[in-house]
């Protein structure tokens, strides 16, 4: 199942939020558009919207706030990815050039900036102090997130535990808020926004888990960047973290060297491939994003059934079989 098929009964609310998004972002600061236009030239899958708006049809209601929160988390998620680029000095997201890559570093982080502070302008306006707080922390969550991962950039010693912490604090917070806040704003019940709030983190594990193992096994076409290139910036995944507590004591110790290398090359890439295929590790990283997966799905099995609930389980498979 593709992508657009899954969200196809939402599509008409999706739309919505994109005019709520571009609506939101419109400034008469004609430099700053420009900016706003080109990144709406790549929007991404819209998944933390899609997964709100699901959520509160689950909970049998769809109030006019869940457009408004659907585009105040792509916004957020969006002011995380520039920020990001900036970091990690990327060149191409979503298969077009980077803001930093066309306008450079120091524009980039303040229309980052600028877009995180429409997303919060547009929540302060429109949503409840409930899901204006839970949004906040959530963002304070992604924030502590991407913090931790760029201390443990280049650290060989990073443990599965902490990978694992960095991406449900940088990844799979904000899915489970999606999900948590569609249901709040549909008057769902403790129980039922509870456990989508555990769908959300699990399938946001399992969607940064399998973006991981893509960068090893994807293709540069379907992943809209170059891949290998967390490698590149020394940034441990699970597979690389596996790979590392099951290969030899010699392979161990040159690939070490490897990853505190600044440069990689071709050939140093290769071989990690070669090394990772032995010790199993991507098999290993797509049972763990099953794990997460299942445990998401479960969350799902405890709650009563409807079609709206098969719609989230529709989405959770697709996010462990995409191939971008």
Known sequence: MILTEITAPIQKDLNRVEHAIAQTLKTDNLFIQQMVDYLS????????????ILSAKYCGNLPDETITLGAALEMIHVATL?????????????????????????????????????????????????????????????????????????NVAMAESQYLEVIKEKTASLFAASCQTGAM???????????????????????????????????????????MSDLREGKLTLPVIHCLN??????????????????????????????LKKNNSIEYSLKKARFFVEDAKNALYQLNGNRDKNDLLQFADFLIDRDF
């Open 41 to 52: 030239h790549s929007t991404g899958k819209r998944i933390r919207p899609a997964l709100a």
């Open 82 to 154: 520039i920020h990001d680029d900036i970091i990690d000095n990327s060149a191409v997201r979503r298969k077009q050039k980077t803001l930093n890559f066309k306008w450079g570093n120091e524009i980039s982080v303040l229309m980052g900036d600028y877009v995180f502070a429409s997303s919060f302008y547009l929540m302060a306006k429109s949503l409840s102090k409930p899901v204006l707080s839970t949004l906040a922390d959530t963002t304070n969550i992604i924030c502590r997130g991407e913090i931790s991962e760029t201390f443990n950039r280049f």
């Open 185 to 227: 704003l549909a008057k769902g019940d403790d129980l039922t926004v509870n456990r989508l709030y555990r769908f959300g983190m699990g399938v946001g594990m399992a969607f940064q888990i399998i973006d991981d193992t893509l960068d090893f096994t994807g293709k540069q076409s379907r992943v809209g960047k170059p891949v």
């Open 246 to 275: 099951n290969c030899a004591s010699a392979e161990k110790k040159r690939l070490k060297a490897m990853i505190l290398k600044k440069v990689k090359t071709n050939g140093d890439l290769k071989w990690l491939m070669t090394l």
